[in-house]
Each structure stands twice: as C-alpha cells, then as structure tokens.
C-alpha cells in the first residue's frame, strides 16, 4: 500500500480530482486527505445540497413539494469555502457547517436534491468554484454527479463505495454514537432515491476508478487516489 508521506510534487495547473460514491463510503475523508496532500483545494458538493436544504427548510418550504422547492431555488445564496483542513459554508451570510448536519436536513436532502432547478443552480455554483480553483493548482470535488455531470472531463474520477454495514457503523461513530441499525436503514433510503432520481443520478461515471473501500483503512485509500493524480500526472 502506497505511504502517506506529503507529496513535495504539486500537480500542474487545472487539475479537477472527481471522487463520487454513496454515503458513508468515505468519499469526505479521503477527498480532504489528497486535497491537503497534494495542495488542492477542496469542494464537498454534498454539503452545498444540504446548505440548499436546510434553507428550504427555514423558509418554511415544503420539501416533499418539487414545484415549491423549484421555485424557490434561485434565492438562497450559499458560498463554499474550500480549504481541505477547515471547508466552511454559509447561507445569507450565516455559517450552517454544523447545522447541516442535523436529522431535520439528513432526512430531506435527498427529496431538496432530486430537483431539477436546485441541481442547476448548485451546478452552476459548482462550476464557478472549480473554475476559480483550477488557476489556483487544482480542486478534489466530492458528490454523487461530479465524474458524470459537474465535471466529466476531470482527469482523475474515483468511484468509493463499501458494504452498507460499514458504512452505517462509520456515519454512526461520526455522529457520536448513534444507533447503527437506524443509521444503516436512514442511508439505504437515500441511496435509493438519490441512485433512482431522473436527474444526474448516483452513477460510476464513464472512465472512473471503482475502490471498495470496506477492507482499507483511511490513508491507504487516500494513498490510492493520490497514486490515480501521481499516474495522471506523469502521463501529462
Ligand atoms: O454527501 P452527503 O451525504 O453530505 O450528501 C447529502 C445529499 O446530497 C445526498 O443524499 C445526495 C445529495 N447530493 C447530490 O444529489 N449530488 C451531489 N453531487 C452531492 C450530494
């Protein structure tokens, strides 16, 4: 298994790292760990639909009404930070990092995401933070739709996946504890509506390394994507 020693070898100019998967598969960790080993910035799209959500939410809009979400999804305004060892986000100016992660916002983000006007407009914030990144040394973006749709020309596109029980126990220890089974059940519901929506669906996208990641530890997953960009690189 590759080492996690820094890398000295800053990848060239425009570098997009696509790594997409389901819910407790490791997708956050690992994207942060090979954005701060290789001087990357860093962009949790997940975080951007849970921002959308939880405004939503305060504006007291029915989530489970698509035409009443859609109307309203141009007005939120939510600004990404992306910095691998403190990201932020901030709705109107108020920072929601904890509040994100809240059951009320878990429990409706995957109705909010499945909206084809929320997923234009995050899109379109998407793209702007890549674009701004890619002159600054590269971006790892993490999400469900980042190899498929935000950014299908990314030279390195990692799909992370690991058995729904593993998933559930690391989702469960992150939120302190929390009951496994529930836990297991609250992110196979989601996997399902967010694998079956009509628009950008959890996919593997075209081109992208499958790592199953149920039998390694963190920073040897973090060591093979960092060796997917080292592969890219010297190729380039
Ligand atoms: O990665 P996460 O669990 O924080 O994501 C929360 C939800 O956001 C997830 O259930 C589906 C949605 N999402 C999405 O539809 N597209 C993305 N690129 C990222 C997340």
Do not use: C, F
């Amino acid at each position: 298994m590759p080492s996690n020693a820094p890398s000295s070898d800053r990848p060239s100019v425009g570098l997009v790292v696509a790594i997409d998967g389901p819910s407790g598969s490791g997708k956050s960790s690992t994207s942060r760990g090979v954005a701060s080993r290789l001087g990357l910035r860093y962009l949790d799209t997940g975080a951007m639909y849970r921002a959308m959500t939880w405004w939503m939410l305060r504006a007291g809009v029915d989530v489970q009404d698509p035409a009443a979400v859609a109307a309203r999804a141009d007005e939120a305004r939510i600004v990404s930070g992306t910095d691998p060892l403190g990201p932020t986000i901030t709705v109107d100016g108020v920072d929601v990092g904890v509040a994100i992660r809240g059951e009320d916002v878990t429990g409706a983000v995957s109705p909010v995401s499945a909206v084809p006007e929320v997923r234009a407009r995050l899109l379109e914030l998407q793209r702007e933070a890549i674009a701004e990144a890619t002159t600054d040394g590269g971006i790892v973006v993490e999400g469900r739709d980042i190899g498929s749709v935000v950014a299908p020309d990314a030279p390195v596109k990692a799909y992370l996946s690991a058995d729904p029980a593993a998933r559930a126990a690391r989702r469960a220890a992150e939120e302190g504890g929390s009951d496994v089974a529930a836990t297991e059940a609250s992110l196979l519901a989601r996997d399902t509506i967010d694998s079956g929506r009509a628009v950008s669906p959890l996919v593997m996208a075209d081109g992208a390394v499958h790592i199953d990641t149920t039998h390694y530890t963190l920073d040897e997953v973090i060591g093979l994507v960092v060796e997917l960009v080292e592969a890219v690189e010297a190729r380039a």
